[in-house]
């Protein structure tokens, strides 16, 4: 082995043991790119220099650094609309239908990154003031990366965040133009809280969350790691709640702990909790309560 297919290799081993993710030899040539900015802040020259540097005992400044530098943490308000649609007119409402005794829902964002999947969860509730009058919404986002976390809870944004998803009516009604960047209004980051946690750890409310989504999260695991993934996401849903992944997932082939949801490409359900019956109208099986 060559000694910089040695020193990737030792990046790539760091990464997964820190995160679970796998950088995949076809995925290795973006290491240099992605951690250009702490070469230059720490002068280092090359990923063999780096290598060296990680192997050396007392490290761990370095090595977390590293990690937060490979995490992709590319997302934006309202990515992919049809999913948030789907949401906002499909499943909310039946979860309404569901918790209609507690008038609470549980939400839980894993792998939430800077927190624009949260803040466009909370900003639909406040689309729909009438709907959810007098109810508790609880939206939970979590991260490995402790620098998107920190984001995250700022709930502040630059212009080209903030242009990335969101309407000109969302912006004004949602956001306000500060020296620092563009701040979300406190009624949509009342409902939010964010933990730095990784996906593969203990799930943060056991059996709790109504509704959890993993979207272009597990894309990125081996196929063990992904059934342990499944594994944690099955233990925090509600056995009638309701699981979105990402364009890319699927839990066909990869766990046997979830199903196709019989509406919207991206949703499934716990399959222990699927029963006959009527979950939306007379076309849907309902999800047993208990």
């Given at each position: 082995?060559?000694?910089?297919?040695?020193?990737?290799?030792?990046?790539?081993?760091?990464?997964?043991?820190?995160?679970?993710?796998?950088?995949?030899?076809?995925?290795?040539?973006?290491?240099?790119?992605?951690?250009?900015?702490?070469?230059?802040?720490?002068?280092?020259?090359?990923?063999?220099?780096?290598?060296?540097?990680?192997?050396?005992?007392?490290?761990?400044?370095?090595?977390?650094?590293?990690?937060?530098?490979?995490?992709?943490?590319?997302?934006?308000?309202?990515?992919?609309?049809?999913?948030?649609?789907?949401?906002?007119?499909?499943?909310?409402?039946?979860?309404?239908?569901?918790?209609?005794?507690?008038?609470?829902?549980?939400?839980?964002?894993?792998?939430?990154?800077?927190?624009?999947?949260?803040?466009?969860?909370?900003?639909?509730?406040?689309?729909?003031?009438?709907?959810?009058?007098?109810?508790?919404?609880?939206?939970?986002?979590?991260?490995?990366?402790?620098?998107?976390?920190?984001?995250?809870?700022?709930?502040?944004?630059?212009?080209?965040?903030?242009?990335?998803?969101?309407?000109?009516?969302?912006?004004?009604?949602?956001?306000?133009?500060?020296?620092?960047?563009?701040?979300?209004?406190?009624?949509?980051?009342?409902?939010?809280?964010?933990?730095?946690?990784?996906?593969?750890?203990?799930?943060?409310?056991?059996?709790?969350?109504?509704?959890?989504?993993?979207?272009?999260?597990?894309?990125?695991?081996?196929p063990e790691t992904r059934r342990n993934a499944f594994e944690r996401l099955a233990t925090g849903i509600a056995a009638d709640g309701f699981l979105m992944l990402g364009a890319g997932e699927t839990v066909v082939g990869q766990t046997d702990r979830f199903?196709?949801?019989?509406?919207?490409?991206?949703?499934?359900?716990?399959?222990?909790?699927?029963?006959?019956?009527?979950?939306?109208?007379?076309?849907?099986?309902?999800?047993?309560?208990?």
């Open positions: 082995m060559a000694l910089e297919d040695a020193s990737h290799k030792i990046i790539a081993d760091l990464l997964e043991s820190r995160t679970g993710q796998t950088l995949t030899e076809s995925r290795r040539w973006r290491i240099s790119t992605a951690l250009s900015g702490l070469f230059r802040e720490f002068g280092i020259e090359n990923v063999d220099q780096l290598a060296c540097m990680l192997e050396r005992p007392g490290e761990h400044r370095l090595a977390t650094r590293v990690v937060e530098a490979l995490l992709n943490n590319e997302t934006y308000f309202f990515r992919d609309h049809n999913y948030f649609s789907t949401l906002a007119n499909t499943v909310l409402p039946e979860l309404a239908k569901r918790r209609a005794d507690s008038r609470k829902i549980s939400i839980w964002s894993a792998g939430c990154s800077t927190g624009q999947e949260v803040l466009s969860l909370a900003m639909t509730f406040c689309e729909q003031p009438g709907r959810w009058a007098d109810w508790k919404i609880e939206i939970l986002g979590t991260d490995v990366s402790s620098k998107a976390i920190e984001q995250a809870r700022t709930g502040t944004f630059s212009q080209f965040e903030i242009q990335r998803g969101i309407s000109v009516a969302q912006m004004l009604n949602f956001f306000s133009e500060t020296p620092k960047g563009w701040k979300v209004a406190d009624k949509v980051l009342g409902m939010t809280r964010f933990e730095q946690r990784n996906i593969l750890d203990y799930p943060p409310a056991p059996g709790r969350f109504d509704l959890v989504l993993c979207r272009n999260c597990l894309l990125y695991f081996d199903e196709p949801a019989p509406f919207g490409s991206a949703m499934y359900v716990p399959k222990a909790a699927i029963r006959s019956g009527s979950v939306l109208g007379d076309t849907l099986p309902r999800a047993a309560t208990a």
